[in-house]
C-alpha cells in the first residue's frame, strides 16, 4: 500500500527536495506525454484528484466561459521521478480533456527541485477540468524528459463527517450522472481517487446522498468536484472529540487532501438515544473544530445538519428538540454555518423495517437537494 501523503505537508516542503511516494495506480493513469523522449513518471497528483480552487469572485454573472482564472486555482503538489535526468529548466502545462471546464495552460516555467531523480514542485493550475498534467525537463530549448497523469482538476472538495445517514446505510446506490466522471471520492485506506459511484469508499456498502449532491453542483459551479467522506454508522459526537479514533481519522485524512471548502457534519441521532444536553452537544463540536483546526493550520466552516430524526428506531421529540437548539446555537459562532435540516425528511423519504431504514431513494435525492441549498449558500459567501 502507498502511504498517505499528506498534500499540506508537501507543499510547505515543497521548497526542499525530498523523497517521493511511489505512483498510485487509480481509475486513470501515469500516461505519456512524448514518446520521443525519455519517460519519467509522476507519483503526484494522483489520477481523478481534485484540488481546492481559491481566489475566485462567487458572483461572477458576467463570465460566460466555465473556468478560467476569474473562477480561481489551485496550488497543486506535482512529483515525480526521473532518475536520469539532466536538465537545465522544467516545464508544466495542463491540456484540457474532453469537454473540459476551463482552458488550461500552455507550457509554464515550473520550479522544480530534483535529488536523487525524484523531483518535487508546487505548479500553479486554474480552476476547471478535467486536465491532463505533463511535466518536461529541458536540455537547453530541447525536451529531453516528460511524464504526464490524467485526469486531474481544480474545484470543490468536501469533508463529510458524522454518522449513518451520511455514511453508506441508505436505500439506494446511487450513481454519478457526469458522462466524465467529474464528480470523485477520495479513498483514504488506498489513498486513490475515483468516480463518486456509490457505495462510497469506506464508510459502508449502502447507498449515500452525495453522488446526487454532485450531480447538482457540478452544472452549476462547472468545476470538478470531491467528496472526501469519514462518516462511521452508530457514532456519537463524544467518539469524535481530540484524542478518539474518529477524530484521528478526521485530523489525518483532512491534512492529506489539504485544502478543501467546508466540512459537511451530519449527526446526532446517538446523541439523541443517549440523552445529550444542549450544552453537552454544543461543547463537544466547539471542541472538535477548535483542537483540529489547529491540527489543519487553517479553519474551514462545520455545515451542520439538523439530523435527529430517526423514526424507525426511536420518537424522542423533547431528544430530538435538544439537539437542533443545539445545532442552533452553534451557527451563531464563528466558524460554524448552517447546513440542511433533513429531520424535514419524514413519511416517503424514509425506508422502512424491510429496507435499510435511513433514507429511501427518494429521500436521498431529497436531502441532496437540501444539502446542495446549503453548500451553495457557502460558495456565494466565501470567495476570495
Not at 481534485?50 to 460566460?64: F, K, M
Not at 486513490?192 to 459511484?197: E, I, L
Not at 464563528?334 to 429531520?343: A, E, L
Request: with cysteine.
Amino acid at each position: 500500500m502507498t502511504p498517505i501523503v499528506s498534500r499540506r505537508d508537501f507543499l510547505h516542503a515543497a521548497a526542499s527536495a525530498g523523497a517521493v511516494a511511489s505512483c498510485v495506480a487509480g481509475s486513470g493513469g501515469v500516461v505519456a506525454e512524448d514518446t520521443t523522449v525519455a519517460q519519467g513518471k509522476l507519483a503526484l497528483p494522483l489520477p481523478y484528484s481534485v484540488a481546492q480552487r481559491e481566489g475566485y469572485d462567487p458572483l461572477h454573472a458576467s463570465v460566460h466561459e466555465p473556468g478560467g482564472a476569474k473562477l480561481g486555482f489551485a496550488d497543486v503538489a506535482v512529483a515525480g521521478e526521473f532518475s536520469n535526468a539532466k536538465c537545465d529548466a522544467w516545464q508544466i502545462r495542463a491540456v484540457p480533456l474532453k469537454d473540459a471546464f476551463g482552458s488550461g495552460i500552455d507550457w509554464t516555467k515550473l520550479d522544480a527541485k530534483l535529488q536523487d531523480g525524484n523531483l518535487s514542485a508546487v505548479a500553479r493550475i486554474p480552476a476547471g477540468g478535467w486536465y491532463r498534467l505533463e511535466v518536461r525537463g529541458l536540455s537547453g530549448e530541447k525536451p529531453v524528459v516528460s511524464a504526464g497523469v490524467e485526469p486531474v482538476g481544480v474545484g470543490e472538495v468536501l469533508v463529510i463527517a458524522g454518522q449513518s445517514y451520511a455514511a453508506g446505510a441508505n436505500d439506494e446506490l446511487l450513481n454519478v450522472e457526469d458522462a466524465e466522471g467529474r464528480v470523485v471520492a477520495f479513498d483514504p485506506a488506498k489513498n486513490s481517487w475515483r468516480v463518486a459511484h456509490d457505495p462510497q469508499p469506506n464508510v459502508g456498502d449502502g447507498g449515500t446522498t452525495w453522488p446526487a449532491l454532485g450531480n447538482l453542483l457540478l452544472p452549476i459551479v462547472q468545476l470538478p468536484v470531491g467528496f472526501v467522506n469519514v462518516a462511521v454508522g452508530g457514532t456519537a459526537s463524544r467518539q469524535w472529540l481530540p484524542g478518539e479514533a474518529l477524530y484521528e481519522n478526521l485530523s489525518k485524512v483532512g491534512s492529506t487532501v489539504g485544502q478543501f471548502r467546508a466540512v459537511l457534519w451530519q449527526q446526532g441521532e446517538s446523541d439523541v438515544i443517549e440523552g445529550v444536553s444542549t450544552e453537552k452537544y454544543v461543547a463537544n463540536i466547539t471542541a472538535i473544530r477548535t483542537s483540529i483546526a489547529g491540527t489543519w493550520k487553517f479553519a474551514p466552516p462545520w455545515l451542520l445538519a439538523k439530523s435527529t430524526l430517526h423514526p424507525t428506531v426511536y420518537n424522542k421529540p423533547a431528544d430530538e428538540a435538544r439537539i437542533r437548539t443545539a445545532i442552533d446555537q452553534l451557527v451563531k459562532q464563528p466558524g460554524f454555518r448552517p447546513g440542511p435540516d433533513t429531520d424535514i425528511l419524514a413519511g416517503e423519504n424514509r425506508g422502512g423495517p424491510k429496507t435499510r431504514r435511513h433514507f429511501s431513494g427518494i429521500g436521498q435525492r431529497r436531502a441532496a437537494l437540501l444539502w446542495f441549498a446549503a453548500v451553495w449558500e457557502e460558495l456565494q459567501r466565501t470567495g476570495e
